[in-house]
């Protein structure tokens, strides 16, 4: 039997405040997020909506999350799934009305959920009023300033402001026709053409949006995630840039004109002190593609936001030292402001976990993977890995998010027609990158039923892939090693152990390297990154994802691709 494990201690921040008598909820609530076009679908049209949300809250109330974001669901042309906004104020009639909305919202409370919705300041859809006025008017009008119109360079303006590009493909810059049917100004659009970027640095805009915060905070929501977070404010001479080939698609590791512009931080703590007027800890959490944990922090001070997104955590390798440094470095950024850390695998805008955690050397990062992609995954792999990452992350402490779907153990659907596909990255490349798509498929509830249960009709607005059916939720419920009973297992055990509190993180020492192995709230987590097996140490087994073995001698040993938590009796 391998000897005790010597502990070295991390302490995951200042006083461990985490744990403080009071301390708001979102500092370790686990918090689901829904894709509303793809949850659950109350009328059968084929697209998800909130009377279907509201009729699948007990399935969630089960699962045990504290909270649930939902993505995009006010009034939208849906261009980009919903994050073309062209009223704030107002649900789109595909997922319903704010009656709907009002109703679902209760039914969480009364359920102990809270809700979090999306927030899009960074651009509106070019349907929104204002965006129409700005067309209609005049260069160097009121209705222009709301939004980054310029005049192009060239003899007669026929280039581009620079040569910034789209974050989905292609020119970031359109140019209007005037009233007149001359060539006119050049709008910027960080994302799809119809998505024009507001123009922060005008009061009437930074006004609108304390509306439009309040609206919802009034109606009664705990939160908002905050979507490009790190975009709005541009630097104020829109120099060129081009991000690097081998950058993801939120652009390089250098300073990029058009995110992380100090400007945009005293948004936010505009919003913070907005917020502090409601009771009720309402929260902010920061969409903010960073290159570090440290950077990310700056969003996060204690007058900024309240959570942001550790992308750093989400886009390691299934790796022991890599995980372990940017755990360390998450303590040390987050930790450093006072605020919590958050831990994410999965999300709308990236591949599946199940999926991503097996990809091939060869394979595309950050653009999506489909039927003609290199270094397809492993399904078997993938799911193993995902089990063991998820178990590992929801032993950390801080606050946790989780992607509709990944508790079934849903990999990415890869095998989508082309014609289906909807992702506006797919239309803006040519085909080039697959897109998000494939992590945007409807998720399946009874494998008998039409769609999988997603509705009664069996449409859907994505194909369901036929091997989904062994994945639905209903043939998961009573098999105590479906992946469905591994998340509830650890997340009543995360709650109970009070794990998203601790604040006596250690790591533990003495096993292979291949081994993160950590102490937190009592209980003794190791995930085996490595193909070799691992001897464990003295403990109770209270969850493991997936089966322990024995050695020649008789001593338990944790196979690869797989995480434990142990207790000393």
């Known amino acids: 039997m391998t000897p005790a494990p010597t502990l070295s201690p991390t302490l995951v921040g200042p006083e461990g405040d985490a744990a403080a008598p009071g ?72 997922f319903g009305t704010l009656a709907d909305f009002d109703e679902m919202l209760e039914n969480a409370h009364e359920r102990g959920i809270r809700v979090i919705v999306d927030l899009v300041p960074n651009h509106s859809s070019d349907q929104h009023p204002w965006f129409q006025a700005a067309l209609a008017a005049a260069p160097g009008s009121p209705e222009r300033g709301r939004y980054m119109f310029r005049d192009g360079r060239g003899e007669n303006g026929e280039l581009p402001p620079n040569n910034w590009q789209s974050v989905f493909g292609g020119n970031a810059w359109t140019r209007v026709t005037e009233a007149d049917g001359t060539p006119g100004q050049w709008y910027l659009h960080l994302f799809d053409s119809s998505q024009p970027d507001f123009d922060w640095a005008n009061e009437e805009v930074r006004e609108e949006f304390r509306r439009i915060l309040r609206f919802w905070l009034d109606r009664g929501v705990d939160g908002f995630r905050v979507d490009v977070a790190h975009g709005l404010v541009k630097h104020d001479e829109l120099p060129d840039y081009m991000p690097p080939e081998d950058s993801d698609s939120m652009g390089g590791k250098e300073p990029v004109p058009y995110w992380g512009q100090e400007g945009v931080h005293e948004v936010y703590r505009d919003w913070r002190r907005l917020l502090e007027e409601y009771e009720g800890d309402r929260a902010l959490c920061a969409e903010a593609w960073l ?182 939720r209903d043939r998961q419920e009573d098999d105590p090693d479906s992946t469905l009973n591994l998340y509830r297992t650890l997340l009543r055990l995360r709650r109970e152990l009070g794990l998203g509190a601790a604040y006596d993180f250690a790591w533990v020492e003495g096993l292979p390297a291949s081994a993160v192995a950590f102490r937190s709230g009592g209980v003794t987590v190791v995930a085996n990154t490595g193909a070799e097996p691992v001897l464990l140490p003295e403990g109770r087994v209270l969850v493991s994802s997936g089966a322990l073995e024995e050695d020649g001698s008789g001593s338990r040993v944790l196979p690869a691709d797989t995480t434990v938590w142990l207790i000393q009796d």
């Open 291 to 472: 290159p570090t944990a440290a950077e990310t922090a700056l969003w996060v001070r204690p007058d900024e936001m309240h959570q942001a997104f550790n992308f750093p955590y989400l886009m390691a390798d299934w790796d022991a030292a890599q995980l372990r440094e940017v755990v360390d470095e998450s303590f040390r950024a987050f930790g450093g402001v006072g605020a919590p850390t958050t831990w994410v695998l999965s999300n709308h805008d990236v591949i599946r976990h199940a999926s991503r955690l097996a990809l091939g050397a060869d394979a595309p990062q950050g653009h999506g993977i489909g039927p003609l992609s290199p270094g397809k995954p492993d399904a078997v792999v993938g799911l193993r890995r995902a089990r063991a990452a998820t178990s590992m992350m929801l032993a950390l402490p801080g606050s946790a998010y989780l992607y509709q779907g990944e508790e079934l153990g849903l990999p990415e659907a890869i095998e989508l027609p082309d014609d289906a596909r909807q992702d506006p990255t797919w239309f803006r490349t040519q085909g080039e990158r697959y897109g998000r798509d494939g992590c945007r498929v409807p998720i399946p509830w009874e494998a008998d039923a039409p769609a999988f249960g997603f509705n009664g009709t069996g449409a859907a607005w994505l194909p369901q892939p036929s091997e989904w059916a062994e994945l639905a």
């Open 23 to 94: 301390a708001a909820w979102y500092r370790t609530a686990a918090i689901y997020q829904i894709y509303p076009r793809s949850f659950a679908d109350a009328n059968g049209d084929g697209i998800g909506d909130l009377p279907g949300i509201t009729s699948r809250l007990d399935a969630l109330r089960d699962l045990g999350i504290d909270a649930i974001w939902l993505s995009p669901f006010m009034t939208s042309p849906q261009k980009d799934a919903g994050y073309d906004v062209a009223d704030y104020c107002d649900v789109d009639p595909l």
